[in-house]
Structures are given as structure tokens and as C-alpha cells.
């Protein structure tokens, strides 16, 4: 069965204290993993898609990475508005996307 | 940009109301889905369409019905709403391919 699943549930760091969420996934046929950032009471936005092992993307302090068995979000020196809950979904090779959980992510002042 | 617009932010309605969600994309998307988010839950998968009049059932459609009578528009129907459909619902659109999902901004549904 085709499973997401994202470590830590949650996360309490001080500004400027770097980190990474984890994604770690089990599919049949990854086809793209995605990752995207959900302020409380709104929809996820969109962050990255990664399609194969090796691939890294950016923006501002966020790096995604992917293996072939998961992904990390690298958070470097965060701020405040950075927190949020960050969700994990891959695309295994039909139409549907399959999530994770999030991780509820808050950055101390 | 593409948007996917839901039509209310937030719902109150009382047991046994028959209630309808509206999700408008305006990008041409194919494929038209909708979640709803719980605490501890995460999205779960209600309904999804990959074209126009036609609806696949996701992991939880019981209680619901959807619509999709045009491209961008899908509709998520509660026949008769119960207090444990109280949730926030999430509508969600994608083209064919390798690409992820642009959703909308969500509804919080509230039945009383």
C-alpha cells in the first residue's frame, strides 16, 4: 500500500536554529513528490516538486531533497513567519496524490 | 497563476440541511478533487473527476455527492449534513502529468 508518513508530528525551534522535516514515503512508482506550506484556517500553497533521486530545490530558506525511500525540507535559519504546517504528498502514478500528515512547524521569536 | 476559488471561507448550517460547496478553477485543469482536513487526520480524499460529468469516489464519499456539469466547476454536495461533517473542506485541481495539486483556500464547515 502507498504510504506517506512525516516525522516530527511537530516542531518548536528558535529563530535562527536550523532543522529539517522529514518525508518518508512508500510507493509503487514515484512519479513526483511535492511539498507545500499551510497556514492555519487556508489551503496548502505549493513550495516544490521533486521527480527523481538526487534532485534538490530551493526558495528563500527552504532546500527540498529527495532519496529514493524520502525527502527532507531543509530549514535554514528560520524566522517567525516561517511557521506553519508544512505537508508532504507523492503522485505514485495514477491521478491521485497521496499526503502525509504535516508537520506543525513554530519558530520562537 | 492558477486559481482554484471556493465559494464561502466559512459555513454554518444545521443537521439534516442538504449543502453544496463551489469550487471554480480557471486554468483548464482536467482533474478536479476534493479533501477535507481534520486534526490528527490529514486530507482525506472525498471525490475526484478527471473530466467533465464524470466522478470517481475517494477514500471517504459517504454522506456526500459531487457535480461537475462544466470543466471548472465542481461541486461538492452534503445530502443531508451531520454534526460529524463538520470540517474544513478543501477543493483541489491539476492538469495531467507530473504536476501537483493548486488548491483553494478552504471552507470551514461548521453543522449544528
Known amino acids: 500500500e502507498d504510504q506517506v508518513t512525516q516525522s516530527p508530528e511537530a516542531l518548536r525551534l528558535q529563530e535562527g536554529e536550523s532543522s529539517s522535516l522529514n518525508c518518508s514515503y512508500t510507493v509503487s512508482g514515484l512519479r513526483g513528490l511535492f511539498w507545500y506550506r499551510q497556514d492555519p484556517g487556508k489551503g496548502p500553497e505549493f513550495l516544490f516538486t521533486?521527480?527523481?533521486a538526487g534532485e534538490e530545490k530551493e526558495k528563500e530558506r527552504l532546500k527540498a531533497t529527495l532519496t529514493k525511500k524520502e525527502s527532507f525540507l531543509h530549514i535554514t535559519a528560520p524566522k517567525p513567519e516561517d511557521s506553519a504546517t508544512y505537508l508532504c504528498a507523492v503522485h505514485p502514478g495514477d491521478d491521485k496524490i497521496i499526503f502525509g500528515k504535516g508537520t506543525r512547524l513554530h519558530i520562537l521569536p | 497563476d492558477v486559481k482554484v476559488t471556493q465559494s464561502s471561507r466559512y459555513l454554518v448550517k444545521r443537521t439534516g440541511e442538504k449543502v453544496f460547496l463551489e469550487c471554480v478553477q480557471d486554468?483548464?485543469?482536467?482533474?478536479m478533487f476534493w479533501y477535507r482536513q481534520d486534526p490528527g487526520l490529514g486530507l482525506r480524499l472525498i471525490y475526484f473527476?478527471?473530466?467533465?460529468?464524470?466522478?470517481e469516489k475517494g477514500d471517504i464519499p459517504e454522506g456526500y455527492s459531487v457535480s461537475r456539469e462544466k470543466k471548472e466547476r465542481f461541486s461538492l454536495i452534503l445530502e443531508s449534513a451531520s454534526t460529524n461533517q463538520t470540517s474544513m473542506y478543501l477543493c483541489?485541481?491539476?492538469?495531467?502529468?507530473?504536476?501537483?495539486?493548486?488548491f483553494g483556500s478552504g471552507t470551514r464547515l461548521t453543522v449544528v
Open positions: 521533486l521527480y527523481s
Open positions: 483541489a485541481s491539476r492538469t495531467g502529468g507530473n504536476y501537483g495539486y493548486t
Open positions: 473527476s478527471y473530466d467533465v460529468k464524470m466522478k
Open positions: 486554468m483548464d485543469h482536467e482533474n
